[in-house]
């Protein structure tokens, strides 16, 4: 007679004579060690991706609305109502404050109730505000700004204290207050001095979550005092480029050196030098996994052809663009025609585009392994590529969810990952230990979740998977019996 302990293994009946205390001993072991003994079966679902457009916050094609501050015009609210209605099909809206009228002293309490009108007005509704504070929209700043740079940084504190108020729908700001169109350009404020000056004040009292923008890359190392762009997510300066594509300088944004200049520069610690288009490109390709770039694509020219210009927009990492600026060059994206091997085979190049600014996450594999001897939890590994031009610049809630599809009781997980690493043209696997003793044994449907912890939206991926409000996206199902 033998007793079986364990597959294989056989315990001759001579060493367990009687009812000794080892005897009893063993078959406890025996007990647990099948308590702990499961067998997963996993079935990962078809990962197509989907060529839909997505609905997802901070990227994509913005409207501009412009108000003027002022004790004697009121802010009508049935015009910002309009204004909203008008963008419904954008997640951004740009808002334009012009504070012309208080050139030469404070900002008044009317003023300060006006601007918080706004924000308030603009925060019901769905859309993540980008906001640029200026002084001219004609092309004279010179003549329409302070004389004093005293008022401007106090009218950055003034409208600080309101945007700080806001910071569930303010997710951008442009600019330093100053130049033409509040472009960074025109105006007396922009010695080096005075543009690390007005940018530190604007950096001090604005709410570290809400990102600031500055008009090129020369301004963020002249601001930085650094060569060396961002290598990790960071609060602070990105880019807006109102220029963006309309020359070989992107009408001076870049240096007109057909060389490289930079390292010459770096070598001087000269940070005003302008780069040459290829070195400032390949400037924002680092420096913009970490933070936003967008603005306006303008002039009709070689530089904005549909296949350029999607080089040129990967490169920059641009995750929003002006759905009004400029006509002739949007025109021209939607009457070309995209030529790939994927899910985008023939789509007009505005859509395209459109389809890929900002973030854009697929599924591509998911799978589950496990030692049989039980030496260890099973693992799931779960792999995601984003191909999208751009990062999610704010962090996103990642969870999988196991729903228990006899009883339909869930378990939630928070996945071990920063979705701001997740880049542009890059794969992203995580990894989720699963013990067997957690799980009741059955059938489970296992889910992911993406979600924005601003806005609470559940974020959409790009694959053809049907998705629930609740639980997200059904990635796999899974057997568990012990």
């Avoid at 597959?7 to 099948?34: D, H, R, W």
């Avoid at 001087?268 to 302008?274: G, I, M, Q």
């Avoid at 974020?459 to 199902?477: K, V």
């Amino acid at each position: 007679m033998h007793i079986q302990i364990k597959k294989n293994i056989l315990i001759p009946t001579v060493l367990l004579s009687g009812l000794s205390l080892i005897t009893s001993g063993l078959i406890i072991l025996a007990a647990c060690y099948n308590a702990n003994h499961y067998v997963f079966t996993y079935a990962p679902a078809a990962y197509e991706e989907t060529a839909d457009a997505l609905d997802n916050p901070y990227c994509g094609w913005y409207q501009m609305y412009g108000y003027t501050l002022s004790d004697h015009i009121p802010i009508s609210a049935e015009t910002i109502d309009r204004h909203k209605k008008d963008s419904a099909g954008c997640q951004l809206a740009l808002l334009e404050i012009n504070l012309q009228n208080y050139v030469s002293g404070e900002l008044s309490d009317t003023a300060l109730s006006q601007l918080e009108q706004i924000l308030s007005s603009w925060e019901q509704s769905l859309h993540q505000l980008i906001v640029r504070f200026l002084y001219d929209w004609n092309g004279h700043a010179a003549l329409t700004e302070p004389q004093s740079v005293q008022t401007i940084l106090n009218h950055m504190n003034q409208t600080a204290a309101v945007v700080n108020r806001h910071t569930s729908s303010v997710y951008l700001m442009q600019g330093i207050f100053v130049g033409n169109y509040g472009e960074m350009h025109g105006s007396v404020h922009l010695t080096d001095a005075s543009v690390r000056m007005l940018a530190q004040r604007l950096s001090d009292v604005t709410d570290p979550s809400v990102y600031l923008s500055v008009r090129t890359p020369q301004h963020w190392r002249t601001i930085a005092q650094s060569f060396e762009p961002l290598s990790a997510p960071a609060s602070g300066f990105g880019l807006f480029n109102d220029g963006m594509l309309g020359s070989a300088t992107d009408l001076g944004t870049y240096g007109s050196s057909r060389h490289d200049v930079l390292p010459a520069a770096k070598a001087a610690s000269d940070f005003t030098v302008k780069g040459a288009r290829a070195e400032e490109l390949a400037f924002q390709n680092a420096l913009c996994d970490w933070v936003p770039n967008g603005g306006e694509v303008v002039m009709d020219n070689p530089y904005n052809d549909f296949d350029a210009a999607v080089r040129t927009l990967r490169d920059m990492h641009v995750s929003y663009l002006s759905k009004e600026h400029d006509k002739a060059v949007l025109q021209k994206w939607e009457l070309a025609s995209y030529d790939g091997d994927d899910c985008f085979q023939g789509m007009n190049g505005l859509d395209y585009i459109g389809r890929h600014l900002g973030y854009r996450f697929t599924i591509t594999d998911s799978s589950l392994t496990y030692d049989r001897s039980q030496k260890g939890p099973a693992v799931l590994k779960l792999t995601v590529a984003n191909r999208g031009f751009s990062s999610c610049y704010r962090a996103l809630t990642a969870e999988l969810i196991f729903l228990h599809t006899q009883t339909g009781e869930s378990q939630t997980f928070p996945l071990d990952t920063d979705t701001r690493h997740w880049l542009a043209g890059s794969e992203t696997t995580v990894s989720v230990p699963i013990n067997g003793r957690d799980y009741a044994p059955g059938n489970y449907t296992v889910w992911l979740r993406l979600t924005d912890p601003v806005s609470h939206r559940q974020i959409q991926l790009a694959n053809t998977l049907q998705a629930d409000h609740t639980f997200g996206y059904p990635i796999a199902t899974l057997q568990i019996v012990k």
